[in-house]
T-cell receptor, first 114, second 115 residues
């Protein structure tokens, strides 16, 4: 199994809603990532978990809250989002954090905030 | 500061021909890794090829090769024998030794393969 699975694939939410994005991998990878990608732009790093500990938080607003319940799961909890938060949210994983380790990406959650 | 630069927003290539996508980078680290990813319209990022800063030979993976010029800090992707399915966004990315978890991407190049 070489897949990173993200659910849901599409999400529409209002600015007062609370929702969560889910990411799962069963490759035994110990690093997991959240990226945000606006249309026609590169992915921007949001959070990194390494061995289930948050190692990078790229000054992301508190309305985004990551969680890593175990080494296979990564969640992104969303609350009181703004329309400008509409984007493709990509989850990725890598075996560890060595320089040569590639990231495996999920197909993303397309989020629309109304 | 932007560390990865891709200066070609869009490129066109005729089917079966070769194409080079440019990438330059900036780092003060001696140890770093360079990656190329493909993103079709479906959205998923697909790993293509990797080059380490200490690798003496240019990386190759099937139809993909990386033209690594360390002194110029460039890592251009060469796609040989282009296929229609190669039409996609292509991103160059880098990891630096001082913060191995942090993979940063360039702005990307949209490649269109013409039949």
């Amino acid at each position: 199994d070489t897949e990173v699975t993200q659910t849901p694939k599409h999400l529409v939410m209002g600015m007062t809603n609370k929702k969560s994005l889910k990411c799962e991998q069963h490759m035994g990878h110990r690093a997991m990532y959240w990226y945000k990608q606006k249309a026609k732009k590169p992915p921007e790093l949001m959070f990194v978990y390494s061995y289930e500990k948050l190692s990078i938080n790229e000054s992301v607003p508190s309305r985004f809250s990551p969680e890593c319940p175990n080494s296979s799961l990564l969640n992104l909890h969303l609350h009181a989002l703004q329309p400008e938060d509409s984007a493709l949210y990509l989850c990725a994983s890598s075996q560890g954090d060595r320089l040569n380790e590639k990231l495996f990406f999920g197909s993303g959650t397309q989020l629309s905030v109304l | 500061a932007q560390k990865i630069t891709q200066t070609q927003p869009g490129m066109f290539v005729q089917e079966k021909e070769a194409v080079t996508l440019d990438c330059t980078y900036d780092t003060s680290d001696q140890s770093y890794g360079l990656f190329w990813y493909k993103q079709p319209s479906s959205g998923e990022m697909i790993f293509l090829i990797y080059q380490g800063s200490y690798d003496e030979q240019n990386a190759t993976e099937g139809r993909y090769s990386l033209n690594f010029q360390k002194a110029r800090k460039s890592a251009n992707l060469v796609i040989s024998a282009s296929q229609l399915g190669d039409s996609a966004m292509y991103f160059c990315a880098m990891r630096e030794a001082y913060n191995n978890n942090d993979m940063r991407f360039g702005a990307g190049t949209r490649l269109t393969v013409k039949p």
